[in-house]
């Protein structure tokens, strides 16, 4: 039987005579023993036959599955879409101060701490044939929770499963599947108590050992998922028996329920070979996902909160045309967009200006340097050096982000974020820098003739690769070619950047910690894609986990993000807002520090 994120291994592929693996995300699936050889199979293909007639896979569009089945010619294997890795009452002024927002939100958050599930107050019961028609931006990669980490995954996943530990609508952590919860042994052992008579949407017992087996699956040395190294000091997960589960830490992490809210961390259905089939664990259930036209959801009526779910039903529209987003919105064929694009900003603010949300959160907007191939520091610090973040964030976004000179954003409890040592020069002094640096560079061959900058298809990225291009054009003499991809291509640069120089970079936090920015750039993380690995930033970053106090770990983490700013394997360019439309029939949004938005907290109004 194979285990999530084992690989199945055949022979030799009669072409190459190279070994082929399949990497199999799903437990508990039979495998044939042996077989002629096994085609390569790309990530992010939905399905492949697996033929002995030559090295080669058939893609074939539909649902995700994962089994196999014999045939005159080979086996079939249908292979899960696997992961790839990167939210208002009133409409917000640009003008209001994001950091201060995004710290009152933040306060709120950490000021709630373990409570009980009894402590939470009731809501209204659910409105009978209610239908909110969401835009989704992208079609998710996976519906698999330990395998997400794009954020089309990601928004549908939060409506089907839930953790032990859950969010309010501010973001605020709150008891989910485990009503109370210990911490023990100096924070390295945390017992949680589930709640009673836990249901998976099909009606069946949802008990601790679902939850262990996720656990202890994902930290696994095979595993693929992609948030696995989150839980690395997690060693072990215990089910005391069906109500009670004991995790067990190499170090105390004082935000262990923050990552037990994680999709990563929801519970494993034993059995399951496709999460378009397995049941849900959270407050919706899955009926229908048509690739390429949308994802149907329906209210679990086995949600240990069940009444207090108001809207029965969800669509998903995946639009990744943001023209197109806003036509279905204004004709009233969605509720909520997953965005705004950049360019109609006036005319929505003059025309819907009670629909439109605006809202920080902790997200950077960068462009990922790959390394391999802008291998001289001094180059990449020119490009950064000459990104004039004023002029993008005022004449190009405008929505009220903030100009980013670091990695880190603003916001976070204790933290000090690092600036660059050119942060406080002036323009005339930057650029003159920026000409040397790049001049010398060129001198030595270091840098291409032309600078290649991917980014995936959308007019909002689209208008801030056009103003990089041109700033770099006007202040380094360098000619910038812009490609643009679908969004299962661009996850794909993003892995493998090839020819890219530049690879556009969106990174929200997880939780709420400096270290869900830290981690990024780390050897070996899987989220590191294009190449970076410094001896000096991961030394940097082990000092802060090994601190014996919370002053000393910030510090830390504050000359962790020095050494990447002076190394620069990112050009930060700005820090993020959420932006969407929202129509006035839908309530209960609020300001969420991780852009957050399930729909479980949202109502019709009246």
Same mark, same amino acid.
Request: proline residues 10%; neutral net charge; hydrophobic residues 40%.
């Given at each position: ?11 030799? #592929? ?14 508990? %699936? ?137 969010? #309010? ?184 200006? #009670?629909?439109?949300? %605006? ?129 299962? %291509? ?19 936090? #997880? ?51 020095? %050494? ?43």
């Amino acid at each position: 039987m194979l285990r999530l994120g084992q690989e199945m291994r055949f022979g030799p #592929d009669e072409g190459t005579g190279r070994q082929r693996a399949v990497r199999a995300p799903f437990p508990n %699936v039979p495998y044939p023993s042996s077989a002629p050889f096994v085609a390569p199979i790309p990530w992010g293909t939905r399905a492949a036959t697996i033929r002995d007639a030559g090295p080669r896979a058939d893609t074939i569009a539909g649902r995700t599955r994962l089994d196999w089945s014999p045939g005159p010619r080979g086996f079939t294997i249908r292979a899960p879409v696997p992961f790839p890795k990167m939210r208002r009452r009133h409409p917000t002024s640009a003008r209001t101060c994001p950091a201060a927002r995004t710290a009152a939100v933040l306060a709120l958050v950490l000021a709630s701490g373990c409570q009980r599930a009894t402590d939470l107050p009731s809501a209204p019961e659910v409105e009978p044939g209610s239908v909110l028609r969401r835009g989704l931006g992208a079609e998710p990669e996976t519906l698999a929770p330990q395998l997400a980490s794009d954020n089309a995954s990601l928004a549908v996943i939060a409506d089907l499963h839930e953790g032990l530990v859950a969010e #309010d609508a501010g973001g605020r952590l709150v008891p989910g599947a485990a009503e109370s919860w210990t911490i023990e042994a100096g924070g390295k052992s945390y017992v949680f108590r589930l709640r009673p008579d836990l249901r998976w949407s099909n009606g069946k017992p949802l008990t601790a050992a679902h939850f262990a087996e996720a656990l202890s699956t994902i930290r696994a040395p095979a595993s693929v998922a992609p948030m696995g190294d989150l839980f690395e000091p997690v060693i072990a997960a215990d089910a005391l028996d069906p109500r009670t589960l004991r995790l067990t830490l190499s170090r105390a992490l004082p935000h262990l329920p923050a990552l037990l809210a994680l999709p990563a961390a929801a519970p494993w259905y034993p059995g399951a070979a496709d999460p378009a089939e397995a049941p849900s664990s959270g407050p919706y259930r899955l009926e229908r996902w048509t690739p390429g036209d949308r994802i149907e959801l329906a209210r679990n009526p086995h949600y240990h909160d069940a009444g207090s779910v108001r809207i029965e039903r969800v669509v998903y529209l995946p639009v990744t045309d943001l023209a197109t987003e806003l036509k279905l919105f204004r004709t009233g064929e969605l509720d909520l967009t997953s965005e705004v694009p950049n360019s109609q900003l006036d005319w929505i603010r003059a025309n819907l200006p #009670d629909q439109l949300r %605006v809202l920080p959160f902790l997200g950077t907007y960068a462009y990922a340097v790959n390394v391999r191939r802008l291998g001289d520091a001094g180059s990449r610090q020119a490009l950064s050096m000459t990104v004039d973040r004023e002029r993008i964030t005022t004449q190009v976004t405008g929505a009220g982000e903030t100009p980013a000179l670091g990695w880190v954003p603003p916001g976070l409890p204790g933290y000090t974020p690092a600036v660059p040592a050119w942060a406080s020069w002036s323009a005339e002094r930057r650029l003159e820098q920026a000409r040397k640096l790049w001049a010398d560079a060129r001198a030595r061959g270091a840098v291409p003739r032309e600078l290649l900058l991917c980014t995936d298809a959308s007019a909002n990225h689209r208008r801030t690769a056009v103003a990089l291009a041109d700033l770099w054009r006007e202040a380094l003499g360098v000619e910038v070619r812009i490609e643009e991809f679908e969004w299962g %291509v661009y996850l794909a640069t993003r892995r493998n950047p090839g020819r890219c120089d530049l690879v556009r970079l969106g990174w929200s936090a #997880d939780f709420v910690d400096v270290e869900a920015f830290a981690q990024v750039f780390e050897t070996g993380h899987p989220q590191n894609t294009l190449g970076y690995s410094s001896p000096r930033y991961d030394e940097a970053l082990a000092r802060a986990r090994r601190a014996g106090t919370e002053a000393l770990r910030l510090a830390g983490h504050t000359e962790a993000e020095a %050494v990447l700013l002076d190394e620069v394997p990112v050009i930060p360019v700005f820090f993020r807002v959420t932006k969407r439309l929202v129509s006035p029939r839908v309530s209960g949004i609020e300001p969420n520090p991780l852009g957050h938005l399930p729909t479980r907290h949202l109502a019709f109004e009246p």
